[in-house]
């Protein structure tokens, strides 16, 4: 199993491009979640989805938006990037409510000029 | 807004010495989490304590929560050089935390010198 996957591993982008970043699962896990992490600042939920079909925002979702494809996939969409959105992406999915623990995949750098 | 605060933000020991580490937390909790990462990598997670439990180990770690105080601590004994990572601990709220959300420290970057 690969765990959590998430491409691409590094992008730069200009100010006012977009992308989109993907994140796949392959636990059949039920919840999955978007956060960023800056120097000193821990790691904050910008979106998560809770099961297949449902997204809710977290604590800094403003500049993005998510999809949930299907239930192995969660992709974290930047519609005009900005520089303040420089930062590590990571994806991390989460099987229930017993197995409370989150697992993690490896990061998408990106980098706002 | 930041959930936990962790202390010391930065520790650095010789290797076989042990290594504490503290996180605070604000609200009621349903668990609190500890979580590694080395260097440019993702978290992974360590071990999870739940509101209703005072202590747990798991190999050459031990971690405390006292949910009177809002704290926890994390112990790691006989360090060795691998162990050198940013430790964070991450709490998921109480009963109406939809989703498993949790929410996480800053950290404390321990490095172990060999």
């Known amino acids: 199993n690969a765990g959590v996957t998430q491409t691409p591993k590094f992008q730069v982008l200009k100010t006012g491009q977009s992308m989109t970043l993907q994140c796949a699962q392959d636990?059949?896990?039920?919840?999955m979640y978007w956060y960023r992490q800056d120097p000193g600042m821990g790691l904050r939920l910008i979106y998560y989805s809770a099961s297949e079909g449902t997204t809710d925002k977290g604590e800094v979702p403003n500049g993005y938006n998510v999809s949930r494809l299907n239930k192995r996939e969660f992709s974290l969409r930047l519609e005009s990037a900005a520089p303040s959105q420089t930062s590590v992406y990571f994806c991390?999915?989460?099987?229930?409510?017993?197995?409370?623990?989150?697992?993690f995949g490896p990061g998408t750098r990106l980098t706002v000029t | 807004s930041q959930q936990g605060e962790e202390d010391p933000q930065a520790l650095s020991i010789q290797e076989g010495e042990n290594a504490t580490m503290n996180c605070s937390y604000k609200t009621s909790i349903n668990n609190l989490q500890w979580y590694r990462q080395n260097s440019g990598r993702g978290l992974v997670h360590l071990i999870l304590?739940?509101?209703?439990?005072r202590e747990k180990h798991s190999g050459r770690l031990r971690v405390t929560l006292d949910t009177s105080k809002k704290s926890s601590s994390l112990l790691i004994t006989a360090s060795r050089a691998a162990d050198t990572a940013s430790y964070f601990c991450a709490t998921a709220g109480g009963f109406y935390n939809q989703g498993g959300k949790l929410i996480f420290g800053q950290g404390t970057e321990l490095s172990v010198k060999p």
């Open positions: 304590i739940r509101s209703n439990e």
């Open positions: 991390a999915s989460r099987a229930d409510l017993v197995n409370d623990e989150q697992y």
């Open positions: 636990m059949n896990h039920n919840s």
